[in-house]
């Protein structure tokens, strides 16, 4: 089971990955969609882009994964309320939800079986 679980994590942090590959790929595109108000838009695509990145290495490395994908999870809550909702029109909105749903849940999971330090092993045995 716990091999499962890893590949899981390693799975749900590609897709973290992926997220910030995209920030960094499409600035200009994913800075239409910040809201104005909150400051520079360039600003906010990269640092989500960084946010994604350091998710996926906690998942890689099991490393604060509690912390990680919490604070994912809120991300993602205010990704869907400050972005995906206020452009709601047609079924890739839809899709999108869906999308940010599943990846919200898979990283709440890895937060409750992650750890939040590596484990140290004792390299003496008594």
Known sequence: MKQIISLGRIFIGIAYLIYGYLHFSQIAVDANMVPSGIGPKTFWV????ICW???????FTNILTRLSGFLASVLLILVL???????????????????IFAVMGGSLLV???????????NSKTK
């Open 46 to 49: 990269i640092f989500i882009g």
């Open 81 to 99: 309320f400050f972005v995906v909702l206020p452009d709601f029109e047609s079924v890739s909105s839809w899709i999108s939800i869906a999308s």
């Open 53 to 59: 990145w350091a998710v996926a290495l906690s998942f």
């Open 111 to 121: 937060a409750m079986q992650g750890n939040m330090w590596p484990i140290k092993k």
